[in-house]
């Protein structure tokens, strides 16, 4: 096998990253697009010894699986894995892929895996927008393409509403009228980096992530904006450090009011820095699960807190319970003390500023100290890291009751679940469609200390 050679190949299987899997004299070959059970022409891009990875040119006989993707983007973009699977197949892909990561961790002892939950919506989902600008003999707006950072140009992505294109066309007209420079990450100079927006609740949350402290011609960007959308609030973020961080440390607000807007039944006011989850529909659905897992408990300790809006949701369930919320992100916790305020639940949550590595150990053996031996439990919702491995031997020292862990990754649940093993049992597992046509998926894992 050599590079360029074109190759028929039979695919077996999908990987993790819902890319093909087929095997070729005595290679394995990775093939992006591809779906298991087709016959396929492929040319070859790279080989290893017996690793190959090669390129789709046509299909020569297709998976019942298969459905003609809608996006004109798609295979270039690098924002979608798997638009070219029907909804049911990238359901059971995803159950599949959880269900193989987890047993090389947890071997026996894992239990059956549900079936996957999706939403209605399998386009148009996402309440949260982000892209970089590029340039292009003038200014543009789009992703990365796979495995680089060479951006590719959309002008509308399916994955958002409308209201992301209308965006993109007002930042994109007034960026070329104006003149306005694009970030080089080479040189580290020109001023726009991102532009990231949320959409939620009826209002619209716009942040520009720039290398700098202003931009100019702001009126003009103002006014632009205003011939779209008649109610919004604009952010400008400075990220002047050389850095894949998205966001500077701060978001300053230029234009509008934070308003307030309900999500999931609460109050609650938004801060660019916030964490929320970008799928409305499947994220009551996570909610609504972890809530009914917590039943019974006197104390609850949501570990990686955010903006405070599941905490909040679990203090309003639990009436009786006491509840903390850990947030690293000092605006977010601020968001959550307001949304708490707003909300009448000031006498039952506590929000901690602080890194849930350092903070959670001491909240823990401090609730453990009580003479009545409080219920407590424990949500987990890391970043796709996992948890640290700080947060690991504090839950393993106090042993709560039990722990509902949510996960992005299930590369990190795993290590993570095995490292909690000796001490805690799974009683469930549920993945999650938070992110339909990627190969992500979300999942809720609950655990029961194995004494109870």
Not at 28 to 49: C, D, M, Q, S, Y
């Amino acid at each position: 096998m050599k590079r360029g050679e074109e190759i028929e190949l039979h695919i077996d299987d999908i990987g993790t990253d819902g890319e093909g899997i087929a095997h070729c004299d005595g290679c394995t070959v990775f093939l992006p697009f591809a779906a298991a059970g087709e016959r396929v022409l492929a040319r070859v891009n790279f080989v290893k010894k017996n690793l190959a990875f090669a390129d789709l040119i046509r299909v020569i006989e297709p998976s019942a699986d298969r459905v003609k993707p809608p996006c004109r983007y798609f295979t270039v973009c690098g924002g979608c894995d798997i638009q070219h699977l029907a909804p049911t197949a990238q359901a059971k892909f995803k159950r599949d892929k959880l269900i193989n990561t987890l047993r090389k961790a947890l071997g026996s002892n894992m239990p059956e895996v549900e079936n996957t939950v999706s939403g209605n919506n399998s386009f148009y989902y996402r309440n949260k927008f982000q892209a970089p600008f590029g340039f292009n003999g003038k200014v543009v707006l789009g992703f990365f393409q796979k495995n680089s950072h060479k951006v590719v140009p959309i002008e509308s992505c399916m994955l958002h509403a409308d209201w992301a294109d209308r965006l993109m066309a007002a930042v994109l007209g007034w960026a070329n009228s104006c003149g306005v420079s694009v970030y080089d990450e080479a040189s580290g100079t020109g001023l726009l980096r991102h532009l990231a927006a949320r959409y939620i609740g009826g209002r619209l949350f716009i942040t520009l992530v720039i290398n700098g402290d202003g931009v100019p011609r702001q009126e003009s960007l103002i006014l632009a904006l205003r011939q779209k959308f008649p109610d919004f609030a604009l952010y400008f973020s400075p990220n002047k450090k050389n850095t894949n961080v998205i966001f500077g440390d701060t978001a300053k607000l230029i234009c509008g009011e934070e308003k307030a807007v309900t999500v999931n039944g609460l109050e609650m006011r938004l801060h660019p820095l916030s964490f929320l989850q970008v799928n409305d529909e499947v994220r009551e659905n996570l909610y609504v699960r972890v809530l009914d897992s917590l039943a019974g408990s006197d104390v609850v300790i949501d570990a990686y807190s955010g903006a405070g809006i599941l905490t909040a949701l679990i203090a309003k369930r639990l009436e009786n319970a006491r509840v903390y919320g850990i947030e690293i992100v000092k605006e977010a916790v601020l968001d959550a003390d307001r949304l708490m305020a707003e909300n009448g639940l000031c006498d039952r949550v506590t929000n901690i500023l602080g890194d849930a590595a350092v903070e959670l150990p001491k909240l823990i053996s401090k609730l453990s100290a009580q003479s009545n031996e409080p219920v407590v439990s424990v949500v987990l919702d890391p970043p796709r890291k996992g948890c640290d491995s700080a947060v690991i031997s504090a839950l393993l020292d106090a042993k709560p009751h039990q722990i509902i862990y949510v996960s992005c990754n299930p590369a990190t649940l795993a290590r993570d679940l095995a490292l909690l093993a000796p001490a805690y049992q799974i009683t469930s597992i549920t993945p999650l469609d938070m992110f339909p046509q990627t190969s992500h998926v979300e999942t809720v894992v609950l655990i029961t200390k194995k004494n109870d």
